[in-house]
C-alpha cells in the first residue's frame, strides 16, 4: 500500500468512525444546539450519529422534535417511527407523533381490509418483550439441563422435569419470535416526506393520478419496480409513487 493510499484510508476511517465518548460529546452539543433553538446545527448533529452507526431510541426522538420544530412534518414522523421501532417509548414520544400527525393535511377516510391474523398478533405484541422472554425461557431450560448433569443419580430427575418444562415453555415465544422477525422483514411501512406525493394508477409517468398524499401520512410499500413504488394507504387505497417521496421507516 502505497503512502497516499493509507492516508487516504485512514482519513475515511477516522471520517466514519465516532468513539463513544465522540459520540455523546456530540449528541450533547446537538441537544444544546436544539435549546438554543438551533434547530439546523442540532438536526445535522443528529445526522451524522446516525450517519455513523450511532441510532439508538433517543437520537431518532430528538431529530424528530428538531424537525417538527422546522415543521418538517413528514422526517419528523419518520423519526419519531424510527425512534419507536429501535426500542423508545413513553408519553413523550407518543405526544409528540400525535402533535405531527394532527398537522397532516391527510385524514385519510375508510377502513382497510382485516389485516392478516399473524399480522394482528404481533402488532399486538411486544418485539423486545417477546425476545427476553424466548431468551429468559431457554437459558434457564439450558441452566437445568445442566444441572441434570452435575447432580448424583437418582437426585437429578426433578432437574430433567423442570429443565423439560421450561423448554417447552420457550416454544410459544420462540415461534412469536419468529413472527416478530418474518412480519419486519416482509412488512415494510414507509412515511411521505415529498411535499406532494402523486400516486397513479401504474408505474408510468403518463399514467392517471389516482390520488394525492402529502408529508407526514404512513404508508405501507407493497412492491417497486424502477424509479417507482406501489404504496397502501390505511383505508387501503393503492397506487404507484415515486420511490425518492417516500422513506422506509
Given at each position: ?57 433517543d437520537i431518532h426522538y430528538n431529530l424528530g422534535t428538531t424537525y417538527l420544530s422546522q415543521g418538517d412534518l413528514g422526517r419528523a ?46 402488532a399486538a405484541t411486544s418485539g423486545n418483550l417477546v425476545a427476553w422472554l424466548f431468551l429468559g425461557t431457554w437459558l434457564a431450560a ?75 401520512l404512513k404508508v405501507r410499500v407493497m412492491e417497486e419496480t424502477g424509479r417507482y413504488v406501489r404504496i397502501r394507504l390505511p383505508n ?14
Amino acid at each position: 500500500m502505497s503512502a497516499i493510499t493509507a492516508i487516504l484510508v485512514a482519513t475515511l476511517l477516522g471520517q466514519a468512525y465516532y468513539s463513544p465518548e465522540e459520540a455523546q460529546l456530540l449528541f450533547q452539543q446537538a441537544n444544546e444546539s436544539f435549546l438554543k433553538q438551533d434547530y439546523a446545527t442540532a438536526r445535522e448533529g443528529y445526522e451524522k450519529l446516525l450517519s455513523r452507526g450511532f441510532g439508538g431510541p433517543d437520537i431518532h426522538y430528538n431529530l424528530g422534535t428538531t424537525y417538527l420544530s422546522q415543521g418538517d412534518l413528514g422526517r419528523a414522523v419518520l423519526a419519531f417511527e424510527r425512534s419507536r421501532r429501535a426500542g423508545g417509548e413513553g408519553p413523550d414520544l407518543e405526544a409528540n407523533l400525535a402533535t405531527a400527525r394532527a398537522r397532516q393535511l391527510d385524514k385519510v377516510v375508510g377502513t382497510a381490509p382485516e389485516e392478516p391474523f399473524l399480522q394482528r398478533v404481533v402488532a399486538a405484541t411486544s418485539g423486545n418483550l417477546v425476545a427476553w422472554l424466548f431468551l429468559g425461557t431457554w437459558l434457564a431450560a439450558f441452566a437445568f439441563l445442566l444441572l441434570f448433569f452435575v447432580l448424583r443419580p437418582g437426585r437429578r430427575a426433578w432437574a430433567a422435569v423442570v429443565g423439560g418444562l421450561l423448554l417447552t415453555a420457550s416454544l410459544p415465544s420462540g415461534a412469536l419470535l419468529a413472527a416478530h422477525v418474518w412480519v419486519h422483514e416482509t412488512l415494510h411501512e414507509a412515511v411521505v416526506i415529498a411535499p406532494t406525493l402523486r400516486a397513479r394508477e401504474f408505474p408510468k409517468e403518463e399514467a392517471k393520478v389516482a390520488f394525492e398524499v402529502h408529508p407526514g401520512l404512513k404508508v405501507r410499500v407493497m412492491e417497486e419496480t424502477g424509479r417507482y413504488v406501489r404504496i397502501r394507504l390505511p383505508n387501503g387505497l393503492e397506487g404507484w409513487a415515486e420511490r425518492e417521496g417516500v422513506a422506509e421507516i
